[in-house]
């Protein structure tokens, strides 16, 4: 769905989005504007301070505390952006967020500039080329990326809690490092590897945003489509949009999310992944009552705006049934939410194994994949909605009751929509609607008219498993035709990716199996088509030659 917006609307909207999130970090430094506004004389504000606390008396640990007007940066970041950012991966999937990403924006400066990091390399013919550097899939970073990024989230709630939720000019330079580790990512290595590799908030974007948002596109049932979800795209000489993709990553979100989702569904690190960042979001929520003795203090928001959050570092970091326990809130934090995050995974696996074990006992469908799926479907939709609980709560509580009562009823029906479309896919699913895309393709280009056996339907009017049904009953379908559209599907995957072969291979089995083709057939369709595009490329390389040649020698003349 938004895959199709222009790349021009989206850079315009990025550049928007981009500037004022730079405006913010500066009103982190300098505000006098929203400090007036909370002014407790300031009556008409909506955010004056008694209208957005709405409590006379926050206690923290029996004490009240003594609210101050404040600058609105800190609170309308952790209050709204942030929220906002989980809502629009949970609906409009990663192809939304990606494109509209500050800081992915920024982390691709350097390329923009020219900038970036180039290797030396020696060929055998003796010249020297200069390449851009990637992330080796085999590297450590390759293959530990995740747990990377997992940790970085788990010290950025911790510091979000222990130094940054408050202290509006620790969060400013906490904000501007992060912008320049981005462009110093985007300097050392090549494509969108900050968001891939490093970015904490790509495990957020990956539990949201896969196998897919409740509005995104499905790249893979797109016919003809070159670019597609959030692929980096570029606008050429002529204003067309082309590919930018410089193959940074292997299964790429932006690419398609929901192969890279199945692709490693399976691996440890995405247990890890889902289940510890269940424990790691109830663990956040809960230790403000931990620490405050009560749920006033995070539903006013005070924590956002509260006085000297430094110094509360080494006071105690629980208050449990009116008593403070001697453990610093610098240990306390960090201590609850790494329990909560590790219990989490581990009650994740236990209760992975049982559901297995259910499936097996009443003879129902025992698959890895689907089993995590399932898991992980149903921890995504209710961390989502327990998130929602909390975020942003204190100025949803300053609407309109009518609209106060609205926000979570859209949350519920949100992710309740969600959760329907998501939790009966399978990798099967996607592996046939892949194929049946391809197919659909070939079928069209038959000499049949095929609307006469499908009561004025189009090919492209049917399912995946019509598409399959009628290529087994189509009247004149014989063994040649079979091969011929075959032929063409795989014509189509080496020329889209000369690894289609390889990647692709459960696609082209589902279609060989259904087309009746055997393995011997496939191999001398490969060797013919490879024969056939080799020939095609060697004359094109000659026609681009020619041309060179042509033009040199015009340019010769001219002069």
Not at 176 to 182: D, F, M, V
Not at 303 to 327: C, D, K, M, R, V
Not at 500 to 517: F, G, N, P, T, W
Request: proline share 4%.
């Amino acid at each position: 769905m938004f895959a199709k917006l222009s790349e021009k609307s989206m850079h315009l909207v990025r550049w928007i989005l981009t500037v004022s999130w730079l405006f913010l970090i500066a009103s982190l430094f300098y505000d006098p504007i929203s400090l007036w506004l909370t002014q407790p004389e300031t009556n008409w504000s909506p955010f004056n301070i008694n209208k957005i606390t709405q409590f006379e008396c926050v206690k923290v640990q029996g004490t009240c505390l003594n609210e101050e007007p404040f600058g609105m940066g800190a609170a309308l970041f952790w209050g709204m952006i942030v929220p906002a950012a989980i809502f629009i991966l949970m609906i409009g999937g990663h192809e939304v967020w990606r494109r509209i990403c500050p800081l992915s924006f920024m982390s691709q400066i350097p390329r923009a500039l020219g900038l970036q990091r180039y290797k030396r390399v020696d060929s055998k013919t003796g010249k020297t080329r200069y390449e851009r550097i990637k992330v080796h899939k085999n590297s450590w970073l390759g293959r530990n990326h995740l747990y990377l990024q997992l940790g970085l989230f788990y010290l950025g709630i911790n510091a979000r809690i222990l130094f940054i939720n408050s202290e509006r000019t620790i969060l400013g330079l906490f904000l501007i490092g992060t912008i320049l580790a981005s462009i110093l990512v985007g300097y050392l290595y090549e494509g969108k590897s900050w968001c891939q590799y490093f970015c904490p908030m790509a495990p957020v974007q990956k539990i949201y945003g896969e196998p897919r948002g409740l509005f995104n596109s499905a790249a893979h049932e797109g016919e003809g489509q070159k670019i597609t979800q959030s692929m980096c795209r570029t606008i050429d000489s002529q204003g067309q949009e082309s590919s930018n993709c410089v193959g940074c990553k292997a299964t790429c979100m932006d690419i398609d999310a929901e192969k890279g989702y199945w692709a490693n569904i399976t691996k440890p690190e995405q247990q890890w992944l889902y289940y510890a960042y269940f424990g790691f979001v109830i663990g956040y929520f809960v230790y403000y009552y931990l620490y405050a003795g009560n749920w006033e203090y995070y539903m006013s928001g005070v924590w956002a705006h509260e006085e000297n959050q430094l110094s509360n570092l080494l006071n105690p970091g629980f208050y449990l049934f009116n008593h403070p326990i001697a453990i610093p809130k610098l240990v306390a934090a960090p201590l609850t939410i790494g329990s909560f995050g590790l219990i989490s995974y581990w009650l994740g696996k236990k209760l992975e194994k049982r559901y297995k074990a259910y499936l097996f006992r009443n003879n129902k469908l025992v698959n890895d994949e689907v089993v995590r799926h399932r898991m992980f479907t149903l921890v995504t939709f209710v961390i989502f909605n327990f998130f929602f609980i909390f975020a942003g709560r204190n100025f949803v509580r300053m609407l309109p009751v009518q609209i106060q009562y609205l926000f979570p009823i859209i949350i519920a029906l949100s992710s309740g929509i969600w959760l329907y479309k998501t939790w009966p896919r399978n990798p099967y699913i996607y592996q046939r609607e892949n194929s049946a895309v391809r197919l659909r393709k070939q079928l069209s280009k038959l000499n049949v008219n095929i609307p006469e056996f499908l009561d004025g339907r189009s090919l492209n009017d049917l399912d995946a498993d019509e598409v399959y049904v009628l290529a087994k009953i189509l009247p004149g379908f014989d063994k040649q035709k079979r091969l011929k559209a075959y032929k063409g599907v795989v014509k189509e995957s080496i020329s889209e990716d000369s690894f289609a072969i390889k990647k692709d291979s459960d696609v082209l089995i589902q279609i060989r199996l259904e087309l009746e083709i055997s393995e011997a057939e496939h191999q001398l369709i490969v060797e013919e088509v490879m024969k056939q595009l080799s020939a095609e490329k060697a004359k094109n390389a000659e026609v681009i030659q020619q041309e060179h040649s042509t033009n040199s020698k015009i340019e010769t003349l001219s002069l």
